[in-house]
């Protein structure tokens, strides 16, 4: 279960690495300037690339046959079984 963290901007800077370690052990860890809430410090989380459409164009094959399925497969979806 992750833990609220509040520390003011001094206490921030001091301990810096301490705290981007706990925020990267999940806990949330808020940096308050003059008692309020005033920043977040948040772990790195890498961004999906974009999809690029057509990357795989010749690589993949399918069988002459992949849009015929087998009656008892068929069957066993429909609930006839």
């Known amino acids: 279960m ?3 963290v509040q ?6 800077k ?3 690495s301490r705290l981007a370690e706990r ?3 999940g806990d949330k860890v808020v940096i308050a300037k003059a008692g309020k809430p ?3 410090l948040l772990p790195h989380v ?3 690339r974009a999809r690029k459409p057509g990357r795989l164009k ?3 094959r399918m069988s002459a046959h992949f849009d015929k399925t087998p009656e008892d497969i068929i069957a066993g979806f429909e609930g006839s079984l």
């Open 2 to 4: 992750s833990e609220l």
């Open 7 to 12: 520390v003011n901007m001094r206490e921030a």
């Open 14 to 16: 001091s301990q810096l």
């Open 23 to 25: 925020a990267w052990q």
């Open 38 to 40: 005033y920043l977040y």
């Open 46 to 48: 890498e961004t999906p």
């Open 58 to 60: 010749g690589k993949i």
